[in-house]
């Protein structure tokens, strides 16, 4: 998947773009607010093998007992169930083992209807009550045969979901049932340890980033501010950083794959939380809308925008503005090539940020063939039929790649949010009676596991610690700034422009 302009095109003038409107990234309201002994165990296939392509995996495993039982099958396939009976269908006995598709939807899905570590205490219950692990006389024969099954259960949830464990509580459980498994034979003993182990490694890893989060975001600063301030400590624009397009392009894929790494499936969920008609705890809304590393992620699109436009409005000299355009133009077209399309996304709608876009005569120097051909590709009418038809090619080639470079997918992420937010509320939870609507988690965890197979591609390039740098802590304007720095550049066209110029040199700048 290449993108190259074509020779037919001809070079155009400056023309008002279909995403002229297009602002940073703006989610509908309920998202932003503010904010082992492997032999033994049965096995988890990767993200992209558990679901196929009619969205849920057919071979669902059904007892005699799960026909009566509160679920409701129709061709073999799950449709809905009662609450109750779907956390019975999580767990494991001696003749049972829920398929890798119910365990992720349904501990994808469970959070909209009880806290993870509700589901944890009655994991529990069930596993100590039915099991009878809480009975030292207990078969042993029958011990070897279910604790590899809970201790696989186990395993697949702290994997997978390693945040829920974030709390105490969840923690608690875990460590209880953990210890009764591990107090079988030696074997489990240190399975239980490795588990535990890869667990607390990976909420240590989150913390690490957090941290390093919170110190650049409490380190930024307003360009225009530290302008004015210390005028001779911002000289060096993102060219004398990287003048290469392709390095510039490969060092905004590690940052995007470093910050989709981290978001966990629940944020998905818990982005579009909302009361259970069924649950009276009010408290519970709020504690489970946590959303951190997901709205880092917008936080990051809206800053690479922004960065793009103060560097395009920051130039003095039009040829200058004009190379500067160009060269986005490049790190956009290598971005797509890549399979980049956040960045890509990102840097398109900075260019097209109105600040920019009234730039007519820097525009009318930039040859615009190629950015014509990378607006055509990211298209939003027919749904954005075009990009979605690119997403499926990249996703192809990763399925097939035969270098890591070619397994990079990294969707427009925004548009992913949109497509699981509109899911969401188009499609009941519960039925009218009362029973869970699987057939909707179905579909919605067959969206987040392919997100979950293209988070966990290993970036191929070498990292450069000072574009990086750059990249993450450079100040931008905001927007007020960058209409600023815009009527400087080319003044204004009409009062309006003229008007808002005077208040914004007023405000700004100290000046009449």
């Known amino acids: 998947m290449v993108l190259k302009a074509k020779s037919e095109i001809k070079e155009q003038q400056w023309k008002p773009s279909m995403y002229s409107n297009i602002t940073p990234v703006c989610f509908p309201s309920p998202l932003i607010e503010k904010p082992i002994g492997k032999e033994s165990m049965p096995q988890t296939p990767p993200f ?18 799960d026909s009566c039982g509160g679920l409701y099958y129709h061709d073999n396939n799950l449709l809905s169930g009662s609450l109750e009976a779907l956390i019975q269908h999580l767990v494991p006995n001696v003749d049972y083992y829920p398929d890798r598709t119910y365990i992720f939807t349904f501990l994808l899905s469970s959070r909209l209807f009880m806290h993870p570590y509700e589901l944890m205490a009655k994991v529990c219950h069930l596993c100590v009550e039915h099991q009878q692990l809480s009975d030292p006389d207990s078969d042993k024969n029958q011990m070897r045969k279910i604790a590899p099954k809970i201790l696989q259960l186990l395993t697949e949830w702290t994997e997978t979901f390693p945040y829920d464990f974030r709390d105490e509580r969840m923690m608690r459980n875990l460590k209880d049932l953990a210890h009764r498994i591990a107090s079988g034979e030696e074997t489990y003993r240190k399975n239980v340890q490795q588990m535990m182990q890869c667990l607390i490694r990976k909420l240590a890893t989150l913390s690490q980033y ?24 911002i000289q060096r624009d993102i060219i004398t950083i990287c003048n290469d397009p392709y390095t510039l392009a490969q060092q905004l894929t590690h940052i995007e794959l470093e910050r989709l790494n981290y978001i966990g499936p629940e944020e998905f969920v ?14 519970c809304y709020s504690e489970r809308k946590k959303t951190r590393n997901l709205e880092a992620y917008v936080e990051w699109f809206n800053r690479l925008s922004y960065l793009v436009a103060t ?36 840097i398109i709608s900075g ?29 939003p009418s027919s749904n954005f039929y075009n990009y979605r038809t690119a997403l499926r090619g990249a996703a192809q080639r990763s ?7 070619e397994k990079i997918v990294i969707p427009f992420f925004s548009l992913l949010i949109k497509d699981i937010y509109f899911l969401n509320e188009g499609c009941a939870n519960r039925l009218p009676n009362g029973h869970v609507n699987f057939e909707k988690f179905w579909e919605l965890a067959k969206q987040v596991s392919e997100f979950m197979t293209w988070k966990q591609v290993e970036c191929p390039f070498e990292r450069d610690r000072k574009i990086l740098q750059y990249l993450l802590t450079v100040p931008v304007f905001s927007e007020d700034a960058l209409y600023l720095a815009s009527y400087e550049s080319e003044g204004p066209e009409n009062h309006i422009e003229k008007d808002r110029w005077k208040s914004l040199r007023s405000t700004l700048l100290g000046r009449v």
């Open 48 to 65: 992209s093998a558990m679901f196929d392509s009619s969205g849920y995996n057919r071979n669902l495993y059904q007892s005699a007992e």
């Open 210 to 233: 957090e941290e390093v989060l919170a110190k650049i975001s409490s380190t930024s600063t307003d360009r225009l501010t530290v302008l004015k301030t210390k005028p001779q400590s």
């Open 270 to 283: 818990q982005a579009f939380v909302q009361k259970d008609p069924l649950d009276n705890d009010k408290s």
């Open 311 to 346: 560097e395009i409005c920051m130039p003095v000299k039009k040829k200058h503005r004009a190379r500067m355009i160009e060269y986005f133009i490049d790190v956009a077209r290598e971005c797509f090539n890549i399979g980049n399309f956040n960045s890509l996304m990102a």
């Open 351 to 379: 260019m097209n940020m109105s600040p920019v876009s009234r730039l007519k005569k820097t525009w009318a120097k930039v040859k615009t063939a190629k950015f014509d051909i990378l607006e055509h590709q990211m298209d």
């Open 399 to 405: 399925l097939t790649a035969h270098s890591s470079r």
